[in-house]
């Protein structure tokens, strides 16, 4: 099997770009604060959410239906996005209808959709 990875040869150290990212770089917490958001949308139903609410506020019947899963399933990976703020919910009367957080969280899946689409649209 051929490694299609690209290693360096040499031997320096470029002290200025490193002290530089060392400085820059996030704490611990923010770290696992930014694997835990790609962990959680790395889910392929939690992925099909995010497109449905990329552009409709849905309510849990309106998701059941697109992706063809139960209330219940639904409502429980509607939590998981919830809990990481991906997703948040609004009261109308007796219905509740979910949407993107905010313009970060539509934005970081935009970029994602339109970047697998371009790597997709390079193999034909």
């Known amino acids: 099997m051929d490694c299609k990875c690209l290693e360096c040869d040499c031997n320096i ?20 604060k930014i694997a835990n958001f790609f962990k959680v949308i ?3 139903t939690r992925a099909k959410i995010l497109f449905a609410l990329d552009s409709n506020e849905m309510c849990v019947c309106d998701i059941a239906n697109v992706l ?35 313009e970060h969280v539509k934005e970081v899946y935009e ?14």
Request: overall charge positive; aromatic content about 4%; cysteine-free.
């Open 111 to 124: 970029v994602a959709l339109s970047h697998v689409k371009e790597i997709l649209d390079e193999k034909v």
């Open 42 to 44: 790395g889910n392929n």
């Open 68 to 102: 063809n899963m139960t209330k219940s399933a639904v409502s429980h990976q509607l939590s998981v996005l919830r809990e990481e703020r991906i997703v948040k919910f609004k009261r109308v009367g007796k219905e509740v209808y979910y949407s993107l957080d905010d």
């Open 13 to 32: 150290i470029h002290d200025a770009a490193v002290k530089k990212t060392l400085k820059d770089m996030p704490n611990n917490v923010v770290i696992n």
